[in-house]
């Protein structure tokens, strides 16, 4: 079964996003957990949850891929925004539970001069304080293409996050094609060797979840600009073997790709087509 959807408007609530993921032929979706600039969250709704859920087991959703708000970094050099980013983080989790079992992907930071074992120490550190053995939901570190000083540039830093962070079974990563290709992994002619590497430095079974976009820019290029299916430098062949991988059946397939609803339902459909069970 393919579970693929896109980013969905949180601001009606669950059971709007549910429809709105099933007029689109969606059985998965992303949503951000507060504004993703700003900083205040909506109030979980317990009557509107409890139609979703309803909801999306009579549709037979997969897992949910929350996304973090774009101000969180909890590498800043900045102590309040360092502490902003923790509060986020420990709330947006509790909030999570009223949705169990589902995935918070977070972008790991920006260590902005304070140099990348700083950035990943801060990062560990706020993983340390937030997760709790009783959480159900799965945090992802997504693979970032390595604009600017983001950590989580490569595999390597992605581990070296994990391995400072006492609760991992609370971890996972979040695979995000664009960013890989624009980080310098060739998915496109060495798709095979990229993930053995990640198997061998990571855990292939770690990857929880799939941001499937194709990249406006060439490989390595550190930019992160998310171009559609087909349109961009990784190529619709290229993104169709991603999804059709062994390795990935199963998993959420999040489309972050420059559409309104309309693109989102033929790229939909489009992967669909080119996915064999
Ligand atoms: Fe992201
Ligand atoms: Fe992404
Ligand atoms: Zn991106």
């Not at 999040?254 to 790229?267: Q, V």
Request: aromatic share 8%; proline share 3%; with cysteine.
């Amino acid at each position: 079964m393919l579970y693929i959807g896109c980013h969905l408007s949180a601001s009606k609530g669950y059971t709007a996003m549910g429809k709105q993921a099933e007029k689109i032929d969606a059985n998965t979706f992303a949503f951000f957990t507060r504004n993703p600039r700003g900083s205040s969250a909506k109030e979980i709704n317990i009557s509107d949850v409890a139609e979703y859920l309803e909801l999306s087991e009579k549709l037979a959703f997969g897992k949910l891929v929350a996304h973090a708000p774009y101000t969180m970094n909890p590498c800043s050099a900045d102590e309040k925004i360092r502490y902003f980013s923790r509060q986020t983080m420990a709330d947006d989790l509790k909030r999570m539970e009223s949705t169990p079992h589902n995935y918070y992907n977070f972008h790991p930071g920006s260590h902005v001069k304070q140099g990348v074992e700083t950035g990943i120490e801060l990062i560990a550190n706020q993983l340390n304080g937030v997760l709790t053995e009783e959480q159900s939901t799965i945090v992802l570190l997504e693979t970032m293409a390595g604009k600017g000083s983001e950590v989580g540039r490569n595999f390597e830093e992605i581990r070296a996050i994990m391995d400072r962070v006492e609760r991992r079974e609370k971890l996972g990563v979040c695979f995000d094609t664009c960013h890989v290709w624009d980080g310098g992994y060739d998915i496109v002619n060495r798709l095979d060797d990229v993930l053995e590497q990640f198997d061998k430095i990571i855990g292939i079974e770690k990857i929880k979840a799939i941001h499937l976009n194709d990249s406006m820019n060439p490989l390595g290029s550190h930019k992160d600009r998310h171009a559609r299916i087909g349109e961009g430098h990784i190529g619709a062949d290229a993104l169709i073997r991603v999804i059709n991988r062994p390795e990935f059946k199963g998993l959420p397939v999040i489309l972050e790709t420059p559409n309104e609803m309309d693109g989102y339902a033929r790229e939909i459909k489009f992967l669909r087509e080119n996915y064999s069970e």
